[in-house]
């Protein structure tokens, strides 16, 4: 192996390993400096020594706690550094000194107690103090998916929907008004977590939705973000036991995570819905799937946006074929959600369950409407859906086009692939034989 190539298997061993630690580094930094940009740029810190010394002494038997250790030194460097400005106009006497030491001894050893405590309750600390009131929804979202999901600003971005220096400036903004404002670093309580449950649990579903397909990269799914968004939904099923809209999204999150095993191939290749083998579908999440669907409907949640999306999902979970699949009633779902919550993207999974209900033209119809969105304008799935109606239609010469189209727009490489495959697919198809 070159050491070009071997430089370059490093650094994706470090890109894999931040984004299964950076949340539990960036939420054990957080409990103890009290500031999450700090706790943050410390994190960083770590991850810049990585990059720096990993390509030549290798990576770590445990790069986790090679990060968390590196981190805590930085936060110690930084809190020493701290003592001795706020005495830089008088000489430091042998009491000041143990004082000092005493204080960093006190700290190292807070910090070691916080890593060894519950992982979950500090991430979802982090994902309240991410989601606190003082910042705009979209902040929220935002700095939530980089700080809990390990995204880069771009993955952040597409997901929005909207600019990557929007993106980049909503997370510098955000960071600095919870600094200036001492949000505290606590799981809220009484009316505050009523109020905050909603941004919460649209922070999930973005964190879910990134590891269920991801926007950029070589692989289509990130397990570990799946993992993470449904412990998280779990944990605040627990937490709000009577809240029908959590129970609605863990019930979304299981059922459609019940799919992972079976949406790739032995090479990491995706395998789309109509063609998976069911019988790999992990059954057991999907009966709790459905058990916390059952849940949000007694507590008169099935009208809520994520029960909607988990009753389509459930009508997919009972159908052993795709053949078997209650197409009408999906499409009767999706005309709900879409009534209770306008959303162009939604609209466009409409159109395919109406073009499975009753004909491609009849969702193509609704597709093209679409086409002038400007949310859509650069979302590769708007061609993507197209191209399959118009190649269902026999127009397989636009499909082809807009499959390419498709392709030309996706960041993950994996997508990129197989839409370049279906386009290829029609041209083959035109001709003569």
Known sequence: MSAQTENTATHRAIDAVWRIESARIIAALTRIVRDVGLAEELAQDALVAALEQWPASAVPDNPGAWLMATAKHRAIDHFRRNKLLERKHGELGRELESQQESAVANFEAEFDAANEQDFGDDLLRLVFISCHPVLSTEARVALTLRLLGGLTTQEIARAFLVPEPTIAQRIVRAKRTLSEARVPFEVPRGPDLAARLSSVLEVLYLIF????????????????????????????????????????????????????????????????????????????????????????????????????????????????????????????????????????????????????????????????????????KSYHLLPAVRADLLKKLGRLAEARDEFARAANLTQNSRERTLLLSRAASCASDTLPS
């Open 209 to 376: 939705n990134e590891g269920y397909s991801a926007t950029a990269g070589e692989d289509w799914m990130r397990p570990a973000l799946i993992e993470d968004a449904l412990r998280l939904g779990r944990i605040l099923a627990g937490l709000a036991p009577n809240e029908p809209e959590v129970h609605g999204l863990v019930a979304l999150m299981e059922i459609q995570a019940s799919r992972t095993h079976a949406r790739t191939n032995s090479a990491g290749e995706p395998i789309l819905l109509a063609d998976q083998d069911r019988t790999r579908w992990d059954h057991a999440l999907i009966r709790h799937g459905l058990a916390e669907l059952q849940h949000a409907e007694r507590l008169n949640g099935a009208q809520s946006p994520y029960a909607l999306q988990a009753a389509i999902a459930a009508c997919h979970a009972r159908a052993n074929t795709p053949e078997q699949t209650d197409w009408p009633r999906i499409a009767a779902l999706y005309a709900r959600l879409a009534q209770l919550t306008p959303n162009p993207i939604i609209e466009l999974n409409r159109a395919v369950a109406v073009s499975m209900a009753f004909g491609p033209q009849a969702g193509l119809d609704i597709v093209d409407s679409l086409t002038s969105e400007p949310a859509l």
